[in-house]
């Protein structure tokens, strides 16, 4: 594979894409993008050696001897670790990496700066916050980069990476962190949402497998009226409470123990968390 430099050079890479880990985001990932691209394509570095053998059984991507050796073969680079990881893998595959290629790194609460701190200057990063939703081809990333140093091409690919698994959502980088308290990190809240409402379900009786469906398909179709209607989320609550009826009983139950409020000083420690987060 072959790509033009700043300068107008000929580059090679084998591969397009090199993952740097293939943990559950990385996986998913690599699965995504196998809809638009060959096994060939795609490289990556796992070193759970019996995981890594899971990873390339599964998709059919090539397994790496070692991080330096992915990066440097590379053309699109995402570093697919936890931000308490990175200080090795910058020393594993620092010098694998340069402005030819593209860095794409989706570790919460490490901003472009610190990435071009450890990568050097000149190193064109995207910064994205991806969610695991991303494994079944739902997920959502919010994504940042100056698109001033990326070629329309360039640009493209970027789009299609992620929205290879899902949909891709361009923010400010001073909103990054905002992203991960309502997209990155929010899959875990609606999960416990849905385990207490199947709990209830199975207090008055209801088989634990029909509580569990039940619930996440109410979920799952009360996300895609409000994608698919455009409504603001507050009306369609309405049109389920009738006057004096069941849900809107229920409502005021969830204001008095105070359900947003639960929610709102979530996200405030999530944030916090990512504001301090190595």
């Known amino acids: ?112 700066a610190d990435l071009k701190g450890y990568f050097g200057e000149d190193v064109r990063v995207v910064r994205a916050m991806p969610n695991t939703p991303a494994l079944v081809g739902e997920g959502v990333s919010g994504v940042c980069y100056d698109e001033a140093t990326f070629s329309k091409e360039e640009q493209a690919t970027i789009r299609c990476f992620f929205e290879s698994f899902g949909q891709m959502v361009l923010v400010e980088e001073k909103l990054i962190n905002a992203v991960v308290c309502v997209s990155g990190s929010s899959p875990a809240y609606v999960y416990m949402f849905m385990e207490a409402l199947a709990d209830s379900g199975v207090k008055y009786g209801l088989p634990r497998k029909v509580a569990y469906d039940l619930a996440a398909q109410a979920v799952l179709g009360s996300a895609k009226m409000l994608l698919d209607t455009g409504e603001h989320p507050g009306k369609l609550k309405d049109q389920v409470c009738s006057p004096g009826g069941t849900t809107i009983a229920a409502v005021a139950a969830l204001e008095e123990y105070g359900l947003r409020n639960a929610v709102m000083k979530a996200c405030d420690a999530c944030y916090a968390k990512c504001e301090n987060i190595r």
């Open 1 to 112: 594979m072959e790509h033009i430099g700043k300068g107008g050079e000929t580059v090679g890479f084998p591969f397009k894409f090199g993952f740097i880990g293939a943990g559950n985001m990385g996986f998913a990932i690599i699965k995504g993008l196998l809809k638009t691209f060959s096994p060939d394509d795609i490289a990556f570095y796992e070193k759970n050696k019996e995981r890594a053998g899971d990873v390339a059984a599964v998709t059919g991507a090539v397994s790496m001897e070692s991080g330096l050796a992915c990066a440097s073969s590379s053309q699109y680079v995402i570093l697919a670790v936890k931000p308490q990881q990175l200080g090795k893998v910058v020393e594993a595959v620092g010098q694998g990496i340069t402005k030819e290629q593209i860095l794409i790194s989706i570790a919460p609460g490490v901003s472009v």
